[in-house]
């Protein structure tokens, strides 16, 4: 089975997590695949906006930790994610995603690169890093606090709070919150709105609204990938990584 589906409708490609029975949890594999679609797509002349989302009950439980302990100490494990996250951080088209169910650690981070979030009412966030012994990613540690302030990103990122789409779209992190059966639709459209607007027009003031932290985000997840591939096979991890497999 693909776990990483694509199909373009008009001129919106949608990107699909297709591993519902993990939750989408997501391998190297599939961050290995989800980078070759979005460089494809930004040069794609016939792709305007693309929209996120995922299979099943769940948009992405976050990494697959078993699939990352297999890969063992190896520079290519970080190298790869960083390849997906820098990929996402450029895009120049809009990005629309679509959320629901579980949003875990990088399910969550990832929604902070894209230009409209809308949400499932049925929607669970938690960003567990540091209670794995790790360290947040996906320029995290920058964009969340530039979104929501010190002290939210703090609770979210530091303490790993849960937070429902509620609390997201009160703080900020998503558009809009829709009914679970509406997402796909409400999402659609939005993707599709965004698509037929002049194009240029779109990605120069997205350039625009980007161009004085983009700099600064690549470093950052150059950064914090860095001290995550530190931390991943540290003590500290590992008794907290086992835990959680035998849970």
């Known amino acids: 089975m693909e776990q990483i589906l694509t199909q373009l409708k008009g001129k919106v490609l949608e990107i699909t997590l297709n591993r519902p029975d993990k939750k989408n949890a997501l391998t190297l594999q599939m961050y290995s695949e989800l980078t070759t679609v979005l460089k494809a797509a930004d040069q ?71 230009d409209l979030v809308i949400a499932a ?24 606090p530039n979104m929501i302030g010190h002290r939210h990103a703090f609770e979210l990122l530091v303490e790993g709070t849960s937070f429902d789409a509620q609390r997201a779209f009160e703080v900020g992190l998503v558009n809009k919150t829709v009914s679970e059966s509406d997402l796909l639709a409400v999402a659609q459209g939005k993707a599709e709105g965004l698509a037929n607007l002049p194009q240029k027009s779109v990605r120069n003031s997205k350039h625009l609204l980007k161009k004085e932290y983009l700099q600064q985000l690549h470093r950052v997840i150059d950064e914090e990938g860095s001290l995550f591939y530190e931390s991943l096979f540290s003590e500290e991890a590992r008794q907290a990584l086992m835990g959680f497999l035998q849970k």
């Not at 929209?51 to 302990?69: E, H, Q, R, T, Y």
């Open 121 to 144: 009412t049925n929607l669970r966030c938690k960003m567990p890093f540091v209670q794995l012994g790790l360290i947040p990613e996906a320029g995290s540690t920058l964009l969340l």
């Open 44 to 114: 794609d002349e016939k792709v305007n906006a693309i929209l996120l989302s995922g299979a099943g009950d769940s948009f992405c439980s976050g990494n697959d930790i078993a699939d990352f302990v297999a890969a063992g100490d190896s520079p290519d494990t970080v190298n790869t994610i960083l390849g997906f996250l820098h990929a996402l951080a450029d895009f120049s088209k809009p990005v629309v995603i679509a959320v629901h169910g579980d949003a875990v650690g990088i399910g969550t981070t990832m929604m902070l690169h894209c």
